[in-house]
């Protein structure tokens, strides 16, 4: 599709759909998993979101990304608010997300969840 990567919707959107790990591909390609975004009518753009497993990985690389360094290199209150952080995104309902997270943090899985305690106990849950 010419001019494809050009449309201004396809670049208005594609911060957000990077930022969740998808896929852009012209609407004739989507797959019925696909989601297909239209503007002013016409179909623009496919998305194709990513499984939540590859979700997670992707928020764990933009972490460290922003924070300029491995997770694991962060000191225990950083590993506490990235922690904060991936519960408020829903990282720990993912199947294997405790220790997913545990690794990338460099910490055990038992560190993960009284760090998940701590916060809940702070929020008075």
């Known amino acids: 599709m010419t001019g494809f990567g050009d449309d201004p919707f396809v670049t208005a959107v594609k911060p ?8 852009m591909m012209p609407p ?4 019925t ?7 002013e009518g016409e179909d623009v753009v496919a998305v194709r ?3 939540l497993a590859d979700s997670l990985d992707h928020i764990l690389l933009a972490l460290e990304r922003k924070r300029g360094r491995p997770l694991s290199e962060l000191d225990r ?7 904060r952080i991936l519960e408020a995104r829903g990282a720990f309902s993912v199947r294997h997300g405790v220790e997913t997270v545990a ?3 460099g910490v055990s ?3 993960v969840y009284n760090y998940l305690n701590r916060e809940n106990a702070a929020k008075g849950e």
């Open 109 to 111: 899985r038992f560190t």
């Open 77 to 83: 209150k950083a590993k506490q608010e990235v922690v």
């Open 33 to 39: 998993d696909d989601v297909v975004l239209a503007w």
């Open 16 to 23: 957000l759909v990077d930022a969740m790990g998808g896929e």
């Open 28 to 31: 004739d390609q989507a797959g």
């Open 103 to 105: 690794g990338a943090l």
């Open 49 to 51: 979101l990513p499984q």
